[in-house]
């Protein structure tokens, strides 16, 4: 395992604003290391587990755990490149006689290919493997020469790459094939093909569209019931996610998320957070400080939530992520800081993560973080972190979310933010769980509908599958604050709160109900810049 491919545990589903999201907004610039899809919190070298936390993850940290972690000088490449067709397949040899790659510092040799014969609106996806050296696959502009989206360690095993993008009108478009590695040579071979649209109403990248909970509301009523969106005021500025998913346009006709729970599978929370404080949930069978089970339900003094990771009722958020998302969610109407997309539902804080966990434990704390919310009241529950696309199954997981969808309890998961450096192309767990019917799967996209470049895609099979804002998400944040956030960790959130409106509307409303109002009811209209 190479240095940059760190051990694959759990990992929260955010990252850092990076190069990367620049270069799918044509913002580029000067660019950044490998990895640049992701953040890295904490980072103390390679064996450190990768965390996606959010923007204030450090960038230093981030540019440490990477091969290419500085841009070089522009150098010349190959101008005369051949051509890859689509449905074809080129083998090939990267020797030290080869191009090196312009944009970042050390020896990494390139061979570049021609994409030719592409049609505009087709997906296409590019697959390098090699046995010899470890894949590094990029998508480049043909005509600025500057590259624009990366694919890296497909299926964990240092031995394939994977691009797949939506081909835009008048780009010429290149694929580059290097390594991982600095001074790496070998064998390989690079493979394209089409591929084949699933539905009309779901797309590979974006699913079903971006969630709408007005549009949503009046599936569930049965009943149109909202003014003309330019009647309902614009909120703008830092909370352009609230007016790009409609909710203002529900809180206008009395839907608040008033009478509902959601439950937030995390790190915790700042239970002290002025925005949060007074939308927290309150066990009223529960004594606090009396050391007792007063309720009987097997957890003493759980009188907000609970601590599956020391087991006790500390639910304080060390880290800030789970502070983040639970403000998305139901932030306090209170005229400072923020609002939340269901502002009068109450947040369930229960903790399952913090530092390193061990898969097995992880896949333990989720699932026995799922029971206690179905357990205790709440109706949503909303889990923003997940296991890596390459890890295997989290069985304990799975069988938590089976019982919490008998008790009538509806799950919404992050996507991932895999899509770059793993390659991948699915949800990663438990988000896949949305392919069960499980739950809800949610990727991102900004605040111009553009999808997310890091998020993971829906995929190539039919699942349970929205988008929402990912992209500079101003939230809560640890001592009191707010910040500018990055990752689909903060699109799953705007779901859950959507979901807590329509129960806020229609409070009987079973999971399979939620989820239809909310799937049928998105808005295609998403941009694919990549």
Known sequence: ????????????????????????????????????????????????????????????????????????????????APFLK????????????????????GTYYVDDYRLRGLTAGQQIEVRLNSRQFDPYLQLVNGRTKQPILYGSDLGGTNTNARVVFTVQPQTQYLVRVSSDQRRQIGSYLVKSRVLKPIASDFNLFYGYGLVD???????VTGQILFKPAADVPVLGGNQWGLDLVRAPEVWSQGFTGQGVTVAVLDEGIDLNHPDLSQN????????????????????????????????????????GHGTQVAGIIAAANDGI??????????????????????????DAN?????????????????????????????PKVEAA?????????????SAGNDRQL??????????????????????????????????????????????????????????????????????????????????????????AEVEAAILSSASQQIQLAL
């Open 213 to 219: 909970a007005a549009a949503a509301i009046n599936r």
């Open 337 to 362: 800081g923020i609002t939340g997309v269901a502002h009068n539902a109450k947040i369930m804080p229960i903790k399952v993560i913090q530092g390193e966990t061990p898969l097995a434990q992880f």
């Open 422 to 511: 793993l390659s991948a192309l699915e949800p990663d767990r438990p988000a896949l769980y949305a392919s069960a019917g499980l739950g809800i799967a949610v990727g991102g996209v900004d605040n111009k509908r553009n999808f997310y470049i890091d998020s993971n895609p829906a995929g190539l099979k039919r699942l349970n599958y929205v988008v929402a804002p990912a992209v500079d998400v101003y939230s809560t944040t640890l001592g009191s604050s707010y910040d500018l956030l990055e990752g689909t960790s903060f699109a799953a959130p705007f779901v859950a709160g959507v979901a807590a409106l329509l129960l806020s509307a229609k409070p009987d409303l079973p999971p």
């Open 280 to 319: 927290l949930w309150r066990n009223s069978d529960e004594i606090p400080g009396n050391g007792i089970d007063d309720d009987r339900n097997g957890f003493i003094d759980d009188v907000h939530g609970w601590n599956f990771i020391d087991q006790n009722p500390n639910l304080n958020d060390t880290e």
């Open 1 to 80: 395992m190479s240095a940059f491919h760190l051990p694959r545990q759990f990992r929260l589903q955010s990252s850092p604003p990076e190069f990367a999201y620049a270069a799918a907004k044509n913002l580029l610039g000067q660019p950044s290391g490998r990895g640049f899809g992701e953040g890295f919190a904490q980072a103390s070298g390679p064996s450190t587990p990768r965390y996606a936390h959010s923007s204030a993850a450090s960038s230093a940290a981030s540019s440490a755990a990477t091969n290419r972690s500085q841009p070089a000088k522009r150098r010349r490449t190959n101008l005369s």
């Open 86 to 105: 689509p449905q074809g397949q080129v083998r090939g040899i990267l020797s030290s006689t080869d191009s090196i790659d312009p944009y970042f510092q």
């Open 401 to 413: 979310l089976r019982r919490a969808r008998q008790a009538d309890v509806v799950v919404v998961f």
């Open 366 to 394: 989720v699932a026995a973080g799922i029971d206690y919310a179905a357990n205790n009241g709440a109706q949503v529950i909303n889990i923003s972190l997940g296991s890596s696309s390459n890890d295997p199954p989290l």
